[in-house]
């Protein structure tokens, strides 16, 4: 299918989530049966997927639904060269990979190289960035730079998570599941028309659990969940040219702290190393509460969009979406892991974002056009203590604000250069400035005055300094498609994406003097050969994609201890960034959906990845044998089968998924302890929906093999780490879930 004209877009996004189906779902098409058209947009306009020249991955709603899907991480078991999963110390803070490209540390001011937008607004920060799925009509992965057709720019990739629109009828929906580990999940959803033209609604989802541990020291679960989130929206379509849209979302996140599984026993205490992975000791949240400082481990996150669609001929639409959103977190992330107070951070991050997009969509017979203009004002803090409370004790306390003004004008245009031969080019200009404004000091006491303990006493300043720096950039993309006929398209593309450099809120102009001038920005162009293809009758897709990526000026965040003193011992440590010189990545994805006939059907997804560090300089001296690409496994490879047949009134349908993923490297230095060697996991579900659709039962196991698979860890002790702090051997490990089984029921009124 070609792109639609503006005029019927607006039709089509009502119904889209109907059309946007990446499952078996079956086509009646005269006697044969065939996959479902997928209906995307990813770039701006509704297409067929296969006539989409770029590596795409669609995956709706009832599919996510048919396999019990929790939250986006999921993803990555299916799609190809991704990585999803929590930062370390989080249960809702993303860490996001695509083909090498991302951010293992969600630090403030730092924009990940992953772009997340929801319902179209721009995501700037990682907090609170771990979605639920949940009144959700697709998912669109894209894999490559993404910026001519974007509000921002994007190195490695775009998620765009889209919400469902509201029904033109009263629609109800109440959906409880109940599961391993005491889940509970209650989500409820209504919509109704007001008016012919006026329609709201609204969904709100409770979402608890205990935890897979318990933390031995305070009593309290631990890797549990308490999420309350609520959604509502408004709709307005005064005629066919007009789609106006209000939507608002809230979420607050009441989990309990994470802290990661010690490898060690305590060096000064001896405590030993607990039996299970998922237990912990520690007794951060509770001893800094004591000692004056907020122990609190809260999210708080919320926002607003408004957007305006006008089609202002049967060529022409207009587009605005303006934004709002702001997060809070307050956590103690306890690097110990044990009732002592070693080495403890209780954290404040505070985010705020204002986005204003403008588009043009241009749609003729030969000529498709997205051109636009996209602003970001955000902020970004961080406030955190580093507690060594066996030194002394001593606080090095951290104040950081990066200020993100931002403006880029964008532009895409595909001509039809014959029936079956187009080409696509397009630009992107940005200019982003960053302001910074960095306090560091040490302080007697547990904790400092800015985190409650008023009575701590200022030792030293280390750091004091306001820094500001533009950074200006224009990059291009070129894509040339060909339909070999109407079942096959191949296609060559070269993308260029930019981040643009920052600084770190963390750094300590003591350390590394040069934090003060901020990190340059990273630059990756990418080379991507594709070939897609509808066979055997349409009951047969597969995607391939080839791409190289030079990736220039890496910025790698990470850590280190500091003797500020000079007595040999470390007493804090201090934020860095390192401009990697240079990386290669390549690849190859597939992906595959077939029926097999009399119910069966199979998914399958693979990607072989080549990511390697070709220049990487310490002092005048190349340590790129020394360092890996982080979050980016050689191997990546996706087997589903599906059966679904008529029963009782009903169809039910099961899903039993395997996925497995080669051995992975945490951060830029290898380090056993931490890193993740190959592993599978291996899901299934069944589910029954009535022929009405009013009824849904299920149960979904997932990690059946129970798997002890590692996601982050902190690494300031024994095990190889790059530099030591506090006196317990302090290195820790974060893990996925293990085995779960839960039950769902969904009724529609």
């Known amino acids: 299918m070609k792109a639609l004209a503006p005029r019927s877009a607006i039709a089509l996004a009502v119904s889209l989530a109907s059309a946007a189906q990446f499952s078996p779902a079956l086509a009646q098409t005269g006697p044969a049966l065939a996959l479902e058209e997928v209906v995307v947009t990813a770039r701006r306009r509704a297409e067929n997927l296969q006539d989409v020249p770029i590596a795409v991955t669609a995956l709706s709603g009832d599919a996510l639904r048919l396999r019990g899907a929790t939250d986006i991480s999921e993803l990555a078991q299916m799609i190809p060269s991704v990585t999803l999963e929590p930062s370390r110390a989080t249960s ?145 379509l005064p005629n066919d040219d007009w789609l106006v849209r209000l939507a608002y979302d809230k979420l607050n996140d009441k989990t309990n702290p994470v802290a990661g599984f010690r490898p060690f026993p305590g060096a000064v205490s001896g405590v030993p190393v607990l039996n299970d992975p998922y237990d912990t000791t520690a007794g951060a949240s509770a001893s800094v509460s004591t000692a004056g400082i907020n122990g609190n481990n809260e999210i708080d996150a919320e926002g607003l969009m408004l957007s305006v669609d006008w089609n202002f001929s049967d060529t022409i639409t207009l587009r605005s979406i303006s934004a709002w959103r702001e997060d809070y977190t307050e956590s103690v992330i306890d690097f110990d892991g044990l009732a002592v107070m070693d080495f403890d951070a209780p954290v404040i991050y505070d985010n705020e974002q204002f986005s204003q997009e403008f588009q043009l969509l241009y749609n003729a017979d030969r000529w498709n056009l997205v051109t636009g203009f996209y602003y970001l004002d955000a902020t970004a803090s961080n406030d955190f203590d580093v507690v060594l409370g066996q030194l002394g004790p001593v606080t090095a306390y951290t104040g950081g604000t990066v200020d993100t003004e931002a403006w880029s004008l964008f532009a895409d245009v595909t001509y039809s250069l014959t029936e079956a031969l187009s080409l696509s080019v397009g630009g992107r200009y940005t200019e982003d400035k960053r302001t910074a404004d960095v306090f560091r000091g040490t302080y007697l006491g547990l904790g400092s005055p800015f985190l409650g303990n008023d009575s701590a006493i200022l030792l030293a300043t280390t750091s004091d300094y306001e820094a500001s720096k533009t950074y200006t950039d224009f990059s291009p993309r070129l894509n040339l498609s060909y339909a070999l006929n109407d079942d096959t398209t191949v296609y060559a593309s070269y993308s260029q994406g930019w981040k643009a450099g920052s600084f770190d809120p963390r750094g300590a102009n003591f350390a590394t003097p040069e934090v003060e001038r901020g990190f340059d920005p990273e630059t990756l162009d990418s080379w991507e050969l594709g070939y897609k293809t509808t066979w055997w009758d349409g009951r047969a897709v597969t995607n391939i994609a080839l791409f190289y990526s030079d990736y220039q000026d890496m910025q790698i965040p990470g850590s280190v201890g500091t003797d500020s003193d000079g007595d040999g011992v470390n007493d804090g440590f201090v934020g860095t960034v390192t401009n990697a010189a240079e990386a290669e990545i390549s690849g190859i994805e597939l992906e595959g959906n077939i029926l097999l006939g009399q119910g069966f059907s199979m998914q399958l997804a693979l990607s072989f990845l080549d990511a390697e560090i070709k220049d990487w300089q310490v002092n005048g001296v190349d340590v790129s044998d020394q360092r890996a690409v982080q979050n980016t496994p050689e191997e990546m490879v996706y087997v589903g089968l599906i059966y679904s047949t008529g029963l009782a009134g009903g169809d039910v349908t099961a899903n039993l998924n395997w996925s497995y993923k080669g051995d992975i490297t945490q951060f830029e230095a290898p380090v056993p302890v931490i890193d993740q060697e190959s592993y599978d996991i291996l899901n299934a579900s069944i589910v029954w929906l009535s022929s009405d659709e009013q009824w849904l039962f299920g149960i979904h196991g997932k990690n059946l093999t129970d798997e002890l698979i590692k996601t982050a860890g902190y690494c300031f002790g024994s095990g190889g780490c790059p530099s030591t702090l506090g006196l317990e051997d302090n290195t820790s490990v974060f893990y996925a879930p293990p085995r779960t089984v839960t039950a769902t029921v969904e009724y529609r009124f």
């Open 92 to 236: 809702t803070t993303l860490t996001a990979f695509i083909r090498g490209v991302g951010q293992q540390d969600p630090l403030a001011g730092f924009e990940q190289g992953v772009a997340l937008y929801l319902d179209d607004v721009y995501i700037a920060r990682p907090q609170a960035a771990l979605l639920d799925i949940y009144d959700v009509e697709r998912v669109e992965v894209l894999r490559g730079p993404q910026g001519t057709l974007y509000g921002r720019n994007a190195v490695g990739g775009a998620i765009k998570y889209v919400t469902r629109r509201l029904s033109d009828d009263v629609d109800v929906r109440l959906k409880a599941s109940y599961g391993s580990y005491e889940q509970m999940d209650l989500v409820g959803t209504v919509s109704a028309p007001v008016t012919d033209t006026f329609r709201v609604g609204a969904t709100v989802a409770s979402l608890t659990r205990d935890g897979y541990g318990k933390n031995l020291t305070t009593g309290d679960e631990h890797y549990d969940k308490d999420l309350f989130a609520w959604r509502a929206s408004a709709e307005w």
